[in-house]
């Protein structure tokens, strides 16, 4: 435990973003998305072991080595730092990778993210969906929105997650936070008794099956005001995913459902920045407006991304004019923003056009 502490010590100290451990190699670090191999020995197969065993206790441990996955958390002291932790098995040895976890919640304002996402905490009911890729930053995106409505209004929180990330802490809100593999076995079992546990908002760390989605659904129905995440990259795509999530002969009833709940769904990107140190999130963002409602239902999700398009004025905006204006800005690479467009030639077209402005 004590080599593992000094890795992580050191990963704090040079504020990285993830550790990677693996067998056969030293420990990677990662820094502004880039991998640096650290001075530390080698990780054994027993090393690796023995790190998981240290950090879960047996009990856990046994469960790994059957599951062959684990997700959970823990922390340092001095300096003070949690981590999200996978625990897995590649070429039959353990791997395990740590995610650096901030030990306070960063303000919507501090993440750089749009304005329009402050309106999603005044929502009185409804589904929020965040989405993007792992490592996105769509846990710090919900945890800063619960906190937003933690300054503002006195409600109750309930949230699932897998692992907890962030520690809320009670300002105006009364919060918990359960702890799947914890406080409950698995998120269907938690949110299948949420409900009588009088929440005002819902965070489900994550829509992964056909019970979770369906619970999380109905919650957004009956006037709670829901916040989740999918592995998606914009909003079009985030829609088919719940519905694709169901059988076939229940899709009608499932868009019908989506349609009613559905308030937003804000999907992002994480940029390393050129201008600073550090990163910046790029971001889509989907209003569901009469229009988008009768295109859910109606299976046209095809024609989302031309109302986000022609509906800015409401606060909607495509991922591809995000990225055009953060590089426009200098923040990011206009290289990469071309590179990791939807659009190539859009792209440089917008840039053309931010650079004469």
């Given at each position: 435990m004590a080599e593992i502490r000094n890795i992580l010590?050191?990963?704090v100290q040079r504020q990285a973003s993830d550790v990677h451990i693996?067998?056969?190699?030293?420990?990677?670090?990662?820094?502004?998305?880039e991998l640096i191999e650290t001075e530390f020995p080698v990780i054994t197969e027993e090393d690796a072991r023995e790190?998981?065993?240290?950090?879960?206790?047996?009990?856990?441990?046994?469960?790994?080595e059957k599951r062959r996955d684990l997700d959970f958390s823990t922390s340092i002291?001095?300096?003070d730092q949690r981590f999200r932790v996978n625990a897995h098995y590649q070429r039959d040895t353990i791997a395990i990778s740590f995610r650096l976890i901030s030990d306070?919640?960063?303000?919507?304002?501090?993440?750089?993210?749009?304005?329009k996402i402050k309106d999603f905490a005044d929502?009185?009911?409804g589904l929020v969906l965040v989405t993007g890729h792992t490592g996105a930053g769509k846990s710090t995106t919900l945890a800063s929105t619960i906190g937003l409505i933690n300054k503002k209004f006195k409600k109750r929180v309930i949230t699932i997650e897998d692992p907890i990330e962030y520690w809320l802490t009670n300002d105006q809100c009364m919060i918990e936070q359960r702890e799947v593999g914890s406080d409950c076995p698995d998120f269907a079992t938690g949110l299948r008794h949420i409900l009588r546990q009088d929440p005002d908002v819902i965070m489900v760390g994550e829509m992964r099956d056909l019970e979770t989605t369906s619970f999380t659904l109905t919650?957004?129905?009956?006037?709670?005001?829901?916040?989740s995440t999918l592995h998606t990259i914009n909003a079009s795509q985030s829609i088919e995913r719940v519905i694709d999530i169901y059988p076939a002969n229940q899709q009608t009833q499932a868009r019908t459902m989506l349609a009613n709940a559905l308030q937003a769904v804000v999907s992002q990107t994480l940029f390393r920045r050129i201008d600073q140190p550090g990163m910046v999130p790029s971001t889509e963002i989907l209003l569901c407006t009469s229009a988008v409602r009768n295109c859910i239902r109606e299976n046209r999700i095809y024609e989302i991304p031309n109302i986000i398009e022609t509906s800015r004025r409401f606060g909607m905006h495509l991922m591809d004019n995000?990225?055009?204006?953060?590089?426009?800005?200098?923040?990011?690479?206009?290289?990469?923003?071309?590179?990791?467009?939807?659009?190539?030639?859009?792209?440089?077209?917008?840039?053309?056009?931010?650079?004469?402005?």
């Open positions: 010590v050191e990963a693996n067998v056969g190699l030293k420990p990677i670090i990662r820094i502004n998305t790190i998981v065993l240290s950090l879960v206790g047996q009990e856990k441990f046994d469960r790994f002291s001095d300096p306070r919640v960063p303000t919507l304002e501090e993440l750089n993210l749009p304005e929502l009185p009911r919650a957004a129905e009956t006037g709670h005001l829901v916040f995000s990225i055009a204006e953060l590089a426009a800005k200098g923040y990011i690479d206009k290289e990469e923003a071309i590179l990791r467009s939807n659009n190539r030639g859009k792209m440089e077209k917008l840039l053309r056009i931010a650079e004469g402005s």
